[in-house]
């Protein structure tokens, strides 16, 4: 007889959780050697694929707390990876912008995520890797569509 316990960790919820968990955290400790967290590599990652871009749209598209993104904005800056100026089009707003520094911080962060990901896929033949990388791109998919 199985226990309640057994039958949650054969449940796929379960697994995913514990593995993106040890895939995050293998991640953030990567990218601690630049100074970052993982929400500020991903805060200078849209700035960068965005920016320009105003702290309330980056807020939205991370979906982070505007309290929140003040702070990793400020981090951020004070490290000299992201501009904060008025916005062009209205300077109400700040306009955020990633330094080259920011983007030579951001290809070292990358790296640094790719290493740690080969790393947690290891146990897994190339083209296993491949198979739980569009199966895991499928489900992804299938949670984004509407119902």
């Known amino acids: 007889m199985t226990s309640d316990f ?3 960790q054969s449940l796929p ?26 929400m500020h590599h991903a805060v200078l ?8 871009v105003t702290q309330a749209d980056l807020g939205r598209r991370l979906a982070v707390d505007p309290k929140d993104m003040v702070g990793i904005l400020n981090h951020l800056q004070e490290q000299g990876l992201v501009l904060r100026s008025p916005h062009p089009s209205d300077r109400r707003k700040n306009a955020v912008t990633v330094t080259s520094e920011g983007v030579a ?4 962060c990358g790296a640094l995520a790719e290493v740690a990901n080969a ?10 890797g491949k198979q739980l990388m569009a199966l ?12």
Do not use: C, F, H, N
């Not at 514990?18 to 895939?23: E, I, L, S, W, Y």
């Not at 990652?45 to 320009?52: F, H, N, Q």
């Open 13 to 38: 919820t379960w697994l995913l959780g514990r593995v993106a968990a040890r895939g995050r955290g293998m991640v953030a400790d990567a990218i601690a050697a630049e100074g970052l967290k993982l």
């Open 45 to 52: 990652a849209a700035t960068a694929e965005y920016g320009p």
């Open 105 to 108: 911080v951001l290809l070292r």
């Open 119 to 128: 790393e947690l896929l290891a146990p897994l033949t190339p083209d296993e």
């Open 6 to 8: 057994q039958r949650i």
């Open 136 to 147: 895991l791109t499928r489900l992804q998919g299938a949670a984004e569509s509407p119902a």
